[in-house]
């Protein structure tokens, strides 16, 4: 039996939060913006670029301003990723990866990260050929929590929804899968155990290493 497995990439593939901490905190201090881990972790880490400005600066924020925001929190990032020899993965995720593929089944990227964000971090990796279909921020009309990405992914698969499971690292992504209809295996790399289980994961681990394949297959025939 084929089956797919759809990975967020923030979180899950790269162990990004290091490099969006700084791109943020330059960012907002260059806004004036007085800026703590606390502000990181509870209005930035997990949620789309649109969603973290205005809870920032507040829903009315105007949208030329947003996007000019964004562009520069992505370009910080973008310039601090491209100083790095090589991107910090997720522990054992390529193993992991490794495993499915040797297995027959079918890998996809669904990620709220733009173009150049995603190219430059599985590059980075050493990932580039990895994903035989990569969903991200152009791509869909509705970003995370809306289950759009996740849709999208398994559409792009060709596989029942019944056949796939959704790794996640972050609370609207988890919402986002969820409300796609598909188990998710939880990434507690921005989050403890405890809140993502919280969110109705199937599973919660630190990272891949304490993953078994089997275990994954027998979560997605359960389901």
């Not at 400005?53 to 030329?64: A, S, V």
Request: glycine residues 10%.
């Amino acid at each position: 039996m084929e089956y797919g497995f759809i990975f967020d990439m923030d979180g899950v593939v790269i162990d990004s939060n290091p490099y969006h901490k700084i791109a943020w905190e330059s960012f907002l201090d260059g806004q004036g913006y007085e800026y703590d881990d606390q502000t990181f972790d509870h209005m930035l880490s997990g949620r789309t670029g649109p969603t973290s400005l205005k809870l920032l600066f507040g829903n009315d924020l105007p949208e030329d301003l947003l996007e000019q925001y964004l562009e520069e929190v992505d370009s910080k990032y973008q310039g601090i990723l491209r100083e790095q020899e090589k991107a910090i993965p997720i522990a054992g995720v390529h193993d992991f990866i490794s495993r499915v593929k040797n297995g027959g089944h079918r890998l996809a990227l669904a990620t709220s990260a733009p173009p150049l964000n995603i190219e430059m971090g599985l590059e980075k990796l050493d990932m580039t050929e990895t994903f035989e279909i990569i969903i991200g921020k152009v791509d869909v009309s509705h970003g995370k929590p809306h289950p759009e990405v996740y849709l999208k992914a398994v559409g792009k698969l060709g596989l029942p929804k019944e056949n796939c499971i959704v790794f996640e690292d972050s609370k609207a992504g988890i919402q986002s899968a969820l409300a796609a209809g598909l188990p998710v295996v939880g990434i507690a790399s921005g989050h403890s155990k405890e809140e993502l289980l919280e969110e109705g994961v199937s599973l919660v681990v630190d990272d891949f290493t304490e993953l078994q394949l089997e275990t994954v297959l027998a979560l997605i025939r359960q389901n």
